[in-house]
């Protein structure tokens, strides 16, 4: 029984979003391509542990949905064009060359990134569809309500469904405006499986970043000479090359400078470190980086030094106040702060810290690096009550047992 709920959860990871790309593809329709995805998902939790798994458990999901979307669409029956229904059910016709990619996710997700969606409705929207998170998993990672979020799902589908917001990869001309949202949702989905929001999953999720970097590297196929992709692209690798030293054995998260880093993905690492250099020599001959390339650069330089202590704070520090000129945000600042303090010392850091607690407030993140800063300078009650603080806000299971262990060990 272990092994079938093993499979399921795998083929959830695996194939949800092949599903409902392909769904949609064939039916134009992203409500009746979930539903009709989840209920082949809910059939499997019934079939499997009786029937056994099946020789290709995609395959399938792929024609249980359909089957489950074509008996939806003929209980409806409110279609006005009854041939174009027939056609749709038999689906005889070979399907329409559309877009420069051949690939059902990579159109599902301009799709769902299409600029008539608000950029958290994009988000969202590609969390579900594309990630197969939940709607509790994306209201946490959105600090809002699960029925606020349903809300905002709900809406975002029969929107695309109502201005018949067309389910293809841009023409060569109208990429360059719509790629930016397209690669910051996609940061956002890589960021969701590096470390996840919510309490009930996986703390590290691969199948989240690894479905984030293929995509990211079908766009840079497509767009061979954007900055921002191969920025994207290095920053997704050199990231994702510390993944399986970033949870202890106990499930604790392991802070950057108590890392294994002889365990960390080497091929990765010389990929991200190749097309950093790269934008670099773009940048040499005058064209001005973007964020995506200066955060690759920073975690260029931390994943270059054999060890902490060999860390070139200086250059992070340099490249932080460059990008803190093109995205001022107080997240980036958060960030910024860290460096400083390795640099001028924990006090002048925790100045900068401070100054961020109007719009950081309830940011976990803001209240742990307070707290390791406390901590460094001394200040153990002040650093536990802040540890406290990051403890009730942060989700992710392996963050909290990280905090609550470095909290413990303060007198």
């Given at each position: 029984?272990?092994?079938v ?10 194939e ?5 790309a ?21 059939t ?98 959105f ?15 029969d ?86 030293a ?57 994943t ?32 910024r702060?860290?460096?400083?303090a ?15 607690e ?18 460094r ?35």
């Amino acid at each position: 029984m272990s092994e079938v709920r093993e499979a399921i959860t795998r083929a959830h990871h695996d194939e949800w979003a092949r599903v409902v790309a392909a769904l949609t593809r064939r039916f134009g329709d992203l409500g009746i391509a979930e539903d009709s995805a989840a209920e082949a998902f809910a059939t499997a939790v019934e079939r499997w542990p009786a029937d056994g798994i099946p020789p290709n458990p995609g395959a399938w999901l792929t024609t249980t949905a359909n089957h489950k979307a074509i008996d939806r669409i003929r209980r409806e029956n409110k279609r006005d064009d009854k041939h174009r229904e027939a056609r749709m059910v038999h689906d005889d016709d070979p399907p329409e060359p559309l877009g420069a990619i051949d690939d059902d996710r990579l159109r599902l997700i301009f799709t769902c990134c299409h600029p008539a969606l608000a950029m958290e409705t994009r988000a969202a929207l590609t969390l579900r569809m594309v990630g197969g998170l939940t709607v509790p998993e994306i209201a946490r990672a959105f600090l809002v309500t699960e029925s606020a979020m349903g809300r905002r799902i709900t809406r975002a589908k029969d929107k695309i469904k109502a201005a018949r917001i067309p389910y293809r990869v841009p023409s060569a001309d109208d990429l360059p405006a719509r790629v930016s949202g397209v690669l910051a949702v996609l940061f956002l989905v890589f960021n969701e499986g590096y470390l996840a929001t919510g309490p009930d999953t996986d703390p590290v999720r691969h199948d989240l970043t690894a479905e984030a970097i293929r995509l990211t590297r079908l766009i840079r196929d497509l767009l061979p000479d954007d900055g921002e992709v191969a920025g994207l692209l290095a920053l997704m690798l050199l990231t994702e090359s510390r993944r399986t030293a970033r949870v202890s054995a106990g499930g604790e998260l392991v802070a950057l400078d108590e890392q294994d880093r002889g365990s960390w993905d080497a091929a990765l690492i010389a990929e991200g470190h190749r097309l950093v250099r790269e934008r670099l020599a773009a940048a040499a001959a005058g064209i001005a980086p973007g964020r995506y390339q200066i955060l690759a650069a920073i975690n260029a330089v931390h994943t270059s030094a054999r060890d902490m202590r060999d860390t070139d704070w200086s250059q992070i520090l340099a490249l932080y106040d460059q990008l803190v000129r093109i995205d001022p945000s107080p997240i980036i600042a958060l960030n910024r702060a860290v460096a400083v303090a390795e640099l001028d010392g924990p006090e002048v850091a925790l100045a900068t810290v401070d100054r961020l607690e109007p719009t950081l407030s309830g940011y976990h993140a803001y209240h742990a690096t307070r707290a390791d800063l406390l901590r460094r300078l001394g200040r153990s009650q002040q650093s536990r009550a802040a540890y406290d603080k990051a403890i009730d806000l942060a989700g992710n299971t392996a963050e909290t047992a990280y905090l609550t262990h470095r909290r413990d060990q303060l007198r």
